[in-house]
């Protein structure tokens, strides 16, 4: 089914695959949820798509794909739980890439800087692609007045 899905989003087909994928959660499966998930998501139902995060994370909290698109949304939110799943993904995956590099946005967007600065150092050797790391290293960079790196980190 999770094939079915991606190929039908792929297609532009974003009720068949919401179909498809609201079937697979009736299961009960942590992916099928986090499937489910991705389709409310790309549906820009973002309040949903958290929903079915939640789920999924319910029923497997060491499902590593979960924890990036919550923790992603639950920042982007300003949703208040941040903090406390951020807290709770870090005692399932303490060296999960996502719970370094969040660790280093939440303590970023704090202002603290030089706190941040190792954890999002760490996660971007781990894992070059992560736009919001790049952004709050940007940040960073910039607060420190190194406006060279503030504008490599933002390309």
Do not use: C, N
């Not at 994928?21 to 992916?31: D, N, Q, R, V």
């Not at 996502?98 to 939440?106: F, H, I, L, N, P």
């Amino acid at each position: 089914r999770r094939m079915l899905v991606t190929l039908l989003l792929a297609q532009g087909e974003i009720d068949a695959a919401a179909a498809l994928a609201e079937e697979a959660a009736l299961t009960g499966s942590s992916t099928a949820h986090l499937m489910l998930a991705h389709v409310r998501m790309r549906q820009g139902l973002y309040p949903d798509a958290l929903g079915e995060l939640r789920k999924s994370l319910e029923l497997d909290p060491y499902l590593e794909v979960a924890w990036a698109p919550y923790l992603h949304l639950l920042f982007v939110m300003g949703d208040p739980a941040f903090v406390t799943e951020l807290d709770r993904a870090r005692a399932a995956l303490p060296d999960a890439v996502t719970v370094v590099a969040m660790r280093g946005v939440e303590r970023a967007a704090r202002g603290a800087f030089i706190d941040a600065r190792p954890l999002l150092d760490e996660a971007m050797a781990r894992d070059p692609r992560q736009a919001l790391v790049h952004h709050y290293l940007g940040l960073g960079a910039m607060a420190s007045q190194d406006v060279t790196r503030a504008e490599d980190e933002f390309r």
